[in-house]
Antibody, heavy 118, light 109 residues
Framework: EVQLVQSGAEVKKPGKSLKISCKVS????????IGWVRQMPGKGLEWMGI????????RYSPSFQGQVTLSVDKSISTAYLQWSSLKASDTAMYYC???????????WGQGTLVTVSS | ENVLTQSPGTLSLSPGERATLSCRAS???????LAWYQQKPGQAPRLLIY???SRATGIPDRFSGSESGTDFTLTISRLEPEDFAVYYC??????????FGQGTKVEIK
């Protein structure tokens, strides 16, 4: 069974750094793209970026380029999303998802709620 | 940037009724690259339909997808209580970009 298990909720102050994780199991980690999707409170879904664990090829949405960093650790089948300096507007639920081919978000993590507040 | 516009914003229906959700693209979308997702409160989205009309694993056949030019449709033939949720369309575009529509909420009338 394919599973994506994300790290727990975070509460951070503005300006702090954060790295959240997405641990996958049930398939070969290096053979499928992993995407990250933001959902702000009460809002819709926004694609942030995708990474191919096999060679760490990354594509960022123009809206998130320079704002976040994607990475992976193949040794533990885990993908990461990180911020160097959080803003209140980063408050949202963040989902990781395994892509079907390059086109669709097939399997989803349960989400990580990030709250940024002073 | 290809913008996906979903309509209506909210659909109020009763169990057993037919639901028709629309997703219109501002530019041409390959039918191979249009998907629909369902999201229930407090849950992650779930892939329902990909490639415009192919059901994802485990999705019941009351869900179907179709297209007409740049207009894509998700139809739920007979609403079950568990189908009341928010539905998003998504397209894969050129240069490795992905876009979601703003969502349609299907609520109990």
């Amino acid at each position: 069974e394919v599973q994506l298990v994300q790290s727990g909720a975070e509460v951070k102050k503005p300006g702090k750094s954060l790295k959240i994780s997405c641990k996958v199991s049930g398939y070969s980690f290096t053979t499928s793209w992993i995407g990250w999707v933001r959902q702000m409170p009460g809002k819709g879904l926004e694609w942030m970026g995708i990474i191919y664990p096999g060679d760490s090829d990354i594509r960022y949405s123009p809206s998130f380029q320079g704002q976040v960093t994607l990475s992976v650790d193949k040794s533990i089948s885990t993908a990461y999303l990180q911020w160097s300096s959080l803003k209140a507007s980063d408050t949202a639920m963040y989902y990781c998802a395994r892509l079907l081919g390059q086109h669709y978000f097939q399997n989803w993590g349960q989400g990580t709620l990030v709250t940024v507040s002073s | 940037e290809n913008v996906l516009t979903q309509s209506p914003g909210t659909l109020s229906l009763s169990p057993g009724e037919r639901a028709t959700l629309s997703c219109r693209a501002s530019q041409s979308v390959s039918s191979s690259y249009l998907a629909w997702y369902q999201q229930k409160p407090g849950q992650a989205p779930r892939l329902l339909i990909y490639g415009t009309s192919s059901r994802a694993t485990g999705i019941p056949d009351r869900f179907s997808g179709s297209e007409s030019g740049t207009d894509f449709t998700l139809t739920i033939s007979r609403l079950e209580p568990e189908d009341f949720a928010v539905y998003y369309c998504q397209q894969y575009g050129s240069s490795l970009t992905w876009t979601f529509g703003q969502g349609t909420k299907v609520e109990i009338k």
